[in-house]
């Protein structure tokens, strides 16, 4: 890659990026956290839609922006950030799918790596390793804040998936999972932020909340449950980055 090289999917200033970055799939999910926890919030990425917002929480810069669903999408974005605004954190929130029978809905998941069948890593440099690491010092002070705040965080590996496993059965692919047993949910983006973490040399951490779950098909969370787990999840995202 040339020094030349610009950003292509962000379109922003690299002073109005700021160095802490929350990173939710969806765009108006990014909009309801600017609007609703940020101080003087203001749109500086529109590219695409990919709506992202800088302002403060707690007198702390924080950027919140949206990544897209899936390895790839949120692969370009967290690349860019971490490559050419210089980022140095990045929490990803989000929804998942329990794996595991003691993960129950709305419970909150802290993810110490993400397994995945997924061609990204290899695809950029021939990497094989099919498990990437969340950040560990990242980890820590999320699990430590969590304690102070007294919420409950269930801990462990998750899997990153290429699909939305909802819609047809992927038994066939934890089968070939070597850690089967121990993990914790489903979900489809964070094996490649941690892994473009590694690869810049940054930090990147995943929280999400478990919305469905094989075990109990017959819960529904609802939507005003659906969005009290989201904000607890996101304010400890935003009081453990600040930090």
């Given amino acids: 890659m040339g020094d030349d090289m610009k950003p292509i999917h962000i379109v922003a200033e690299k002073k109005d990026i700021a160095p802490i970055v929350l990173l939710p799939g969806d765009p108006l999910r990014a909009k309801y956290i600017a609007e609703n926890f940020l101080k003087d919030a203001k749109l500086v990425n529109s590219v695409r839609n990919m709506l992202a917002f800088t302002g403060t929480y707690k007198d702390v810069p ?44 709305s419970d909150v998941v802290l993810s110490t790596g993400a397994y995945s069948e997924s061609a990204l890593a290899y695809s950029w440099n021939k990497d094989t390793n099919k498990y990437q690491e969340a950040s560990t010092q990242l980890n820590e002070i999320i699990a430590n804040t969590a304690l102070e705040m ?8 998750t899997y990153t998936s290429d699909i939305f496993d909802i819609y047809t059965d992927i038994e066939h692919l934890f089968e070939r999972c070597p850690i089967r047993d121990d993990l914790m949910c489903a979900e489809m983006e964070a094996f490649a932020l941690f892994f473009f973490a590694k690869e810049c040399k940054k930090e990147a951490a995943m929280l999400t909340t478990v919305v ?32």
């Fill in 150 to 157: 007294n919420i409950p965080l269930k801990y462990g590996p």
């Fill in 62 to 105: 924080v950027t919140v922006m949206g990544s897209g669903m899936g390895c790839p999408s949120i692969g370009i974005y967290s690349y860019e950030l971490y490559h050419f605004y210089d980022v140095k954190k990045i929490i990803r929130i989000g929804s998942s799918g329990s794996l595991n029978p003691n993960v129950k809905i």
């Fill in 212 to 243: 469905d779950s094989k075990y109990t098909p017959e819960v529904v969370i609802t939507p005003k449950e659906r969005e009290t787990s989201l904000n607890t999840m996101i304010e400890l995202a935003l009081e453990s980055i600040i930090k």
